[in-house]
């Protein structure tokens, strides 16, 4: 009754156009390899300045994974 969750080339890039807020772009795959749905997924984002100080401290809404996708 446990789904397994891996992360599949899941990255993130810094964007910091001459024009316009910076951010940051993550992107990638989240397979659920177990048999039963994951619900109310998401994935912890935390990005560091210099420093260790906090930028960024998020969470990205996934929704449900089902088995074996």
Do not use: W
């Not at 446990?2 to 397979?31: E, Q």
């Not at 990005?47 to 996934?62: K, N, P, W």
């Amino acid at each position: 009754m446990i789904p397994k969750l891996i992360k599949v080339d899941l990255k993130a890039n810094d964007n910091r156009p001459l024009l316009g807020k910076p951010y940051l772009h993550v992107y990638g795959y989240i397979c659920n390899i177990g048999k039963y749905s994951a619900l109310n997924s998401t994935v912890h984002v935390v990005a560091f300045q210099s420093g260790e100080i906090v930028a960024i401290d998020t969470y990205i809404d996934l929704g449900s994974i089902d088995g074996g996708s």
